[in-house]
Each structure stands twice: as C-alpha cells, then as structure tokens.
C-alpha cells in the first residue's frame, strides 16, 4: 500500500469517528444539480408552468388571433399586421411578466431564511444564482415563448393564404429569447442588491415603461445601448424587412448587459451576509 493511500484512509477513519465523512466537490458550482432539479420542479412540479402557459397563451394568441380575424386587409397586409402586433407585444409582455413573476425569487428566500437555510447546505452562492437563473430562463422559454410561437405560427398559416416563412420567423422569436433574458436577469441582480420587492418592482417596470414613453426622445447614441428597440427588430426580421443597418448594435449590447448583470449578481450575493 503507497504512502498516499495509507494517508486517504486515515483521513477516512479520523473523519468518521468525528460523524463526518469527506467528499470531493467543485466549490463554486456545489450544489447546482439539486438547485436546478428544485427551482425547476416549482415549475413543472406543481401547476404553475402550467398556469403560466394558459396565462400567455390567452393573451399573445388570443389578441393576434382576434387582429387575424378582424382586420380586412389583403392577405400580404395582414400577415405583416398580425406579426407586427405578436413579436413586439411578445418581446414587451413578456418582459414585464418577467419582473412581475421573479421579483420574489430571490427577495422571498432572504426574507423567508430558505436562502440562508440553502447555503448553510452543500449549495454554493454562485449555484445559487444561477440555477434560478436558468430553471426561469427555461420556465419562460416553453410557457411564454415556445408554445405561443408555435400556436402563433401554425394560426397564420391556417388563417392567412399568405405563408410566413419558418427561419426569418424563428429568428424574430430569438430576439423575443434575448429580451426575455435582459428582464430576468436585471430582475435576479435587483433582487440581490435589495431586501424587499418595492424596489425591484418600481425598477423593472419603470425601465420598461420608460422604453414605451422615452423611445423617441432618446439620442439614438444612448438607444441602441438598450434592448428597447428589440421590438421592432423582431418584427423586421420575421417579415424580410429592410433594417436599419445597425440593427445588431441593440441585440449585442443587450446580450453584453444579460452577462454583466449575471456577473453583478454573483458578485453581490456572494458578499450577502446571512
């Protein structure tokens, strides 16, 4: 027997008389498996993907569904009516449903004591942040973003003799993904600077609110910097339609502030004191 062996079992019978046993773990992603298994199962383990689902579903088809069925425009002119109104409303709605829904994910545990309770387990600060991050980020995906898209896609073709192409749309539905990640994670970062929802809330929703009435008043330096004009981004590409030739400004600089503030979160929470 080596002399490093002789040393692992010693180690292995010190431990166990003291009611411990040793185990080898990443540190800084401890404990993510069981986090995500857990944030994802409070979706689809009880009924609120579901809900979720129904609560999208009714409002992003229900109200393109009904433009569809309404407007009497020649069939080239409702197509491009009926995206304009799904893949904007889908990119804002969906934003603010964000903040509405996540608001509480990480302000409830801290005031609840299951955050403190969840560390003080094998469970790293860092898997923390991003287990949540991502069981909301998949959440979101199916419930307010694949199968409405899919219910959306296969209505047009129903009602509309004039067929949306598959790829320009998928590549507007992906614009919808970047803004959807821009308010969940902007909303997570909230939650780990401030103790109560007020904050978080007045935040999310005044950004976005902001988007709607300031847009146009916004130099077009400081605008593309932001995910605002994602709206229209998403139509513009599902459609074909001529875009500003810095259109891809907004979605990388979107995508730059999902990353900075994951990384804002992580860092503050990792210096949270509990």
Do not use: C
């Amino acid at each position: 027997m080596s002399a490093q062996s002789k040393s692992v079992n010693h180690e292995l019978i010190l431990a166990a008389r003291q009611g411990l046993i040793p185990v080898r773990e990443r540190a800084w992603l401890g404990g993510f498996g069981n986090m995500l298994r857990k944030e994802l199962g409070q979706w689809w383990g009880t009924r609120m993907g579901w809900v979720q689902t129904l609560i999208w579903v009714l409002i992003l088809n229900g109200i393109s569904t009904i433009v569809a069925l309404t407007d009497s425009l020649p069939p080239n002119a409702l197509l491009q009516s009926v995206v304009q109104t799904f893949l904007p409303m889908s990119v804002g709605i969906i934003g603010l449903g964000t903040v509405i829904t996540v608001q509480g994910a990480i302000v409830g545990e801290k005031q609840l004591g299951t955050a403190a309770w969840a560390i003080s387990k094998p469970v790293s600060r860092s898997a923390f942040i991003l287990a949540k991050t991502l069981a909301y980020a998949v959440g979101f995906f199916v419930a307010a973003i694949l199968i409405p898209s899919a219910l959306f896609f296969v209505t047009v073709r129903a009602l509309i003799p004039v067929q949306l192409p598959l790829v320009p749309f998928l590549y507007g539905v992906g614009i919808v993904i970047v803004g959807q990640l821009f308010y969940l994670t902007l909303t997570l970062m909230l939650g780990t600077f401030f103790n109560s929802r007020g904050p978080i809330a007045g935040i999310g929703i005044g950004f976005f609110m902001a988007g709607l009435l300031l847009k146009s008043f916004i130099p077009q330096q400081v605008l593309i910097a932001t995910p605002w004009p994602l709206p229209e981004i998403a139509a513009g590409l599902a459609l074909g339609s001529e875009l500003p030739a810095i259109w891809p400004v907004p979605v990388a600089a979107t995508a730059i502030w999902i990353v900075v503030m994951t990384i804002a979160a992580l860092w503050r929470f990792g210096r949270e004191e509990f």
